[in-house]
């Protein structure tokens, strides 16, 4: 595990005071992070598709784990001790009889599912309808607790984060070992996830970039095998994980040389993160430092096509709230941050900056080390 | 766009026919393999929970994406001309009313998502309540489709594959550059990621593996900073991408020496996938694989912790059909399987072996270059 037990319990026991609030019996959890979150299960078995795996944490005690019997050993390791298990894949009843056991088991009759934006629901959809037959109700929302609770990282969280951050800050600095007036775009990005494992990474279950001149297209494409060439802008933008922990902020660089404007537009994004930085302190809103920066990039035009300017982060790349204007979540102490702003610059072209930051009592500090105002050229 | 266009036409074709026979208007299509199938959308941006994406596929016509607008311009690049998109997030109507306009319009009265095992719906649970409602009807299953049109793999998408086993074939036999006595378990993951990478891999999504005094406990933990030790049994198993598809294979080594017995059980290994291979033809099952394995590992338990004795394998790291008793998937040229019989060798440890194969007209063809019945010595 991560980190001591006591972690987990403390989040248990935050849950548990939620909970109460809202009339909740239990919590029905399907997804990795959502298991991460209670128990400590870290495991990248969780890209296969095959096999459900479920948490009930109940309005008291400790939760229950409902896994195949091939989690059990690694189940096993974590402070969770009611393991209950199934040879999953199982054709005739995949889990769901043991899950609607357990939970009739407990007597809970009210059960929240994380229903709202940014979650699904990690099983088939058929099983899902079995198991409301067999509990005889409708499984409600959550009410927005894992949202809640995850949004707001511990000591202990920020201190992994700060790692993974770092990592990818020496994976940076080394990018002029890597990229260069014709080297493909896709050598670079294979060389980029090379370069974070060597610095420390675990894993990079994230990269995308973009490379053009004096702009790129988009922020999501993969690489293509065209070669860099003189002028162009090259992105990387990396979600690489410690200890299961992920960082998310991207470097700009320009190949062979960059224009003044080309230059002008990237000193403008490091403005925007500044004036967003300025303003980060706990009880301003995740609205006010989208408008800090939308007024920087576009002078205040309300959105773009990416829909937001930065997001919340964790065990996810993105994690609640997002900096747009309808999100008017109060920032707090703990809270850990991406500034994203980007910008045009003709053509269809586009840069784009971003920035990883911790919300602390005394204001805004950064996690990933701010990249300089003008790009290096390389 | 991995695949020339005519590639996915040709599959919307295969599932237009099959939604004919089931009654279906439209599939609706909300996983990143799901959309890639029919589009050939390619980009890591899935790691990201924040936003859905939706594809309709209609009984008559081409398909048409409802996407968040900062993937247009990457979809525009593919053969699908009608997408439709929304600045996600939107916390008021975060696509869902532009998805049931979109499904009116087309006159869809039934719809059918993926629902079965190995499946799930990626959108907020809440939302697809609301869709449910605007539509006025429950929407149901896919009765297979997806599963059946997947499970089948084109010539080209097994050419992609073949590349993905090659890099890791090639990634295996440098093993021995990274991993001896006194090399922690941690950094021999990371190193062997980075051969992967060095060997062409895109990505390198899933890596597990183990190490112990003869064996190891499961094949799903992370790695630990434990050094390795004389006589460990060293075990990577990794799913790496090459466009968009995986290889998935493992393989052991022994650190310094290995005894006999743990050799042995290693020959065993070799002998079930043999077994397997001398029956995996067009007509046999699924099942009948599991049990040319489970005869030669367990004697004929007839099952295990792990569930299955190998599975299909593509766009994801896993995929239909499993190797298990009930499985009575008759196999078709074209399947795409591992074989990954494992066996007990006392005090609660394991060995495990896998290999990817092709089903042909012919009879079953080795992806990835078979291990050795006696396992390599680092």
Redesign the interface.
């Known amino acids: 595990m991560t980190f001591p037990a006591t972690e987990y319990q403390e989040r248990v026991g935050r849950a548990q005071v939620m909970m109460a609030q809202s009339g909740l019996d239990a919590l029905l959890l399907t997804t990795e992070p959502e298991l991460r979150y209670f128990t400590g299960f870290?495991?990248?078995?969780w890209?296969?598709?095959?096999?459900p795996w479920f948490l009930i944490v109940p309005a008291h005690g400790n939760p229950i784990a409902v896994i195949?019997?091939?989690?059990?050993?690694?189940m096993g390791q974590s402070w969770i001790s009611d393991i209950r298990?199934w040879?999953?894949?199982?054709?005739?009843d995949?889990g769901i009889g043991l899950l609607a056991e357990t939970i009739r088991e407990i007597g809970a009759k009210t059960i929240g599912?994380p229903?709202?934006?940014?979650?699904?629901?990690?099983?088939?959809?058929?099983d899902f309808r079995v198991l409301q037959g067999l509990l005889g109700s409708k499984i409600g929302?959550d009410a927005g607790i894992m949202r809640r609770l995850r949004m707001v990282k511990s000591e202990a969280e920020i201190a992994v984060i700060t790692r993974a951050c770092a990592v990818a800050n020496r994976a940076f600095a080394r990018v002029h070992e890597i990229a260069w007036v014709g080297v493909p775009l896709?050598e670079v990005?294979?060389?980029f996830?090379?370069l974070c494992?060597?610095e420390?990474?675990?894993?990079?279950?994230?990269?995308?970039g973009g490379a053009g001149q004096g702009g790129y297209?988009?922020?999501?494409?993969?690489?293509t095998d065209t070669p860099l060439k003189e002028g162009d802008v090259l992105m990387l933008d990396t979600?690489l994980v410690v200890d299961g922990y992920f960082c998310d902020f991207d470097r700009n660089f320009a190949i062979g040389s960059a224009s003044e404007a080309t230059q002008a537009a990237h000193e403008k994004l490091s403005d925007a993160v500044e004036a967003a930085m300025a303003i980060a302190k706990v009880g301003a809103t995740a609205a006010e430092l989208f408008h800090a920066m939308d007024r920087i990039v576009t002078g205040g035009a309300g959105?773009?096509?990416?829909?937001?300017l930065g997001?919340g982060l964790g065990m996810?790349?993105?994690e609640w709230p997002?900096l747009?204007p309808?999100?008017q979540t109060v920032l707090g102490a703990g809270m850990v941050l991406t500034l994203e702003p980007g910008i045009e610059v003709g053509g269809?072209l586009i840069l784009v900056g971003e920035e990883n930051i911790v919300i602390e009592e005394a204001g805004a500090r950064y996690l990933s080390k701010p990249a300089p105002r003008r790009m290096p050229v390389l």
Chains 1, 2 share one sequence.
Do not use: C, N
């Not at 195949?68 to 690694?74: M, T, V, Y």
């Open positions: 870290l495991t990248r078995f890209e296969s598709p095959a096999r195949p019997s091939i989690g059990a050993a690694l298990t040879r999953a894949p199982d054709y005739v995949d599912i229903d709202g934006i940014e979650t699904h629901l990690r099983m088939p959809i058929a929302g896709s990005f294979r060389k996830q090379m494992l060597d420390g990474a675990d894993w990079v279950p994230y990269l995308a297209g988009d922020v999501i494409s993969p690489a979600g959105g773009s096509d990416a829909g937001r997001h996810q790349l993105t997002s747009l309808a999100d269809g």
